[in-house]
């Protein structure tokens, strides 16, 4: 493994769940970050991104930020409801860790 396919296995379900403690971290990767201190780094801050990315997306909104499309209306069902609030973290969550590693180079 080299440092960019580290990169992009950072995005794979089961390093995902080693990034937020649930799992091992996959021997490929164990082996790349043991021997990379640049990969280290970065799984270190993946792992500290994906805590708390996960942690506050899981907070409700508070009522004064959902607010009806017109007035008197009901808003319906929010986009987490629609999408599943599942898929919806994920999704920010890769996007906010791509951001962050395209920061980095």
Do not use: Q
């Amino acid at each position: 493994m080299n440092c960019h396919e580290l990169e992009l296995r950072l995005y794979d379900e089961d390093c995902r769940h080693a990034l937020l403690g649930e799992t091992p971290v996959p021997g490929d990767v164990a082996a790349h970050i043991e021997s990379c201190p640049a990969c280290r780094k970065t799984w270190s801050g993946a792992a500290v991104d994906t805590v708390r990315l996960t942690r506050d997306l899981l907070l409700e909104a508070p009522p004064s930020v959902t607010v009806p499309a017109f007035p008197g209306e009901s808003t319906g069902p929010s986009l987490g409801d629609i999408v599943g609030w599942g898929e919806l973290g994920w999704a920010i969550t890769a996007g906010a860790l791509l951001a962050g590693l395209g920061a980095l180079f």
